[in-house]
């Protein structure tokens, strides 16, 4: 693939650039469904679910865990904001059940539906990483 048919990609957390390199395909966990992104892509905006962010360069192929955050995708160039980005070395199963079956418990505890939105997102974030863990 040559150079003019590939996407620039940017990753950023609120910590650092995570990565900035030319890649031939990103495929990542959109609000409304997973989709992947190849050079020539339409212009789009879209949040993102926790889930798999796959990136395709040269054959070979990076997986990530993204939290949540917001991806752009404009003349080639695509842009992931993301709240969070996670190794797949650095994901461990148990604990996530752990945390899961805390949150459940604080949620019985509480009475603030504000409070049980923010959990719910919690154990919806831990359920993806291990869905993620036991994919890849």
């Known amino acids: 693939m040559a150079e003019d048919e590939k996407l620039n ?5 609120p ?8 890649v031939d395909m990103v495929t990542i966990s959109g609000t409304e469904g997973d989709f992947g992104i190849l050079p020539g892509h339409a212009a789009i905006i879209s949040s993102v679910r926790p889930g ?3 990136i395709e360069s040269d054959k070979e192929i990076e997986k990530m865990f993204i939290s949540g ?3 752009e995708v404009l003349n080639d160039k695509v842009s992931i904001l993301a709240t969070e980005v996670i190794l797949s070395d650095d994901i461990n199963i148990s604990e996530c059940a752990e945390k899961i079956n805390k949150c459940n418990d604080e949620i019985l505890e509480l009475d603030n539906e504000l409070a049980k939105e923010s959990i ?9 990483m291990i869905e993620f863990k036991n994919i890849n």
């Open 15 to 22: 910590e650092k650039l995570v990565m900035s390199k030319s």
């Open 52 to 54: 798999l962010l796959e």
């Open 120 to 128: 719910l997102k919690s154990i919806d974030k831990y359920q993806a």
């Open 9 to 13: 990609l940017e990753v950023v957390s």
């Open 69 to 71: 955050g917001f991806i």
